[in-house]
């Protein structure tokens, strides 16, 4: 069956430094998603994609974050400047359409440590 | 803004026993999805509903979405080893793309 795939599955950056988490999101959905959950707690919305946008953000997604599908088949997020409370693991989604009536499947997410 | 309110937080059953769970909201949702989360992996969708009064299954686990369209309920039943995890329930916030998830109910399974 086709999965979302994300790399690296753990990266360690030093807080001020900048990081690119990247995803392949399974090939003919359209819509692309990432998440964010900290330790314990719940996943949080940060930013939906179609069409080469941004089609919504959450108050998380700030001007350090960036998203971008620099080809056919990745799709990142690029985080500025780290601070240590972006410390999470990060889930990259997709779906074929955007709707409700679409459901996300989720990659295996990236674990993010800044030291 | 919009919440999802899971209970119970956690549970602790024995391997056989059914296992039922909640999720409720003060707003309407048109649409409830279920996952669950294994340690170190992703949210993993189990159902999706989308009619109010729906009841779906998919094996030993049943969703239903509740008439008020403001709650849900995922039963398991005969529970196993492998069912041990986090069960968020989530949902879009109004028609568009954004997902709310639960804080998760956590299932422990006893040996």
């Known amino acids: 069956e086709p999965e979302v795939t994300q790399t690296p599955s753990h990266q360690v950056t030093q807080m001020g430094q900048e990081v690119i988490l990247r995803c392949v999101p399974i090939?003919?959905?359209?819509?692309f998603y990432w998440y964010r959950q900290i330790l314990g707690q719940k996943v949080e919305f940060l930013v939906s994609?179609?069409?080469?946008?941004?089609?919504?953000k959450s108050e998380i997604f700030d001007d350090q974050f960036s998203v971008e599908r620099p080809d056919g088949s990745n799709f990142t997020l690029k985080i500025r400047s780290t601070k240590l409370e972006d410390s999470a693991m990060y889930f990259c989604?997709?779906?074929?359409?955007?709707?409700?009536?679409?459901?996300?499947?989720f990659g295996d997410g990236t674990r993010l440590s800044i030291l | 803004g919009q919440q999802l309110n899971q209970s119970p937080q956690s549970m602790f059953i024995q391997e056989g026993e059914d296992v039922s769970m909640n999720c409720t909201s003060s707003?309407?949702?048109?649409?409830w999805l279920w996952y669950k989360q294994d340690p170190g992996e992703g949210p993993v969708l189990l159902i999706a509903?989308?009619?109010?009064?729906e009841l779906t299954s998919n094996g030993r686990l049943t969703a239903q979405f509740g008439i008020t369209r403001k709650d849900s309920f995922l039963n398991i039943s005969a529970s196993i080893p492998s069912d041990v995890g986090i069960y968020f329930c989530?949902?879009?916030?109004?028609?568009?793309?954004?997902?709310?998830f639960g804080k998760g109910t956590r299932l422990h399974i006893l040996p």
């Open positions: 989604a997709s779906s074929v359409g955007g709707t409700a009536n679409q459901p996300q499947h």
């Open positions: 090939s003919n959905h359209l819509y």
């Open positions: 994609f179609y069409n080469n946008e941004i089609s919504e």
């Open positions: 707003s309407i949702f048109n649409t």
């Open positions: 509903l989308y009619k109010a009064g």
């Open positions: 989530a949902g879009p916030k109004n028609r568009d793309d954004k997902i709310i």
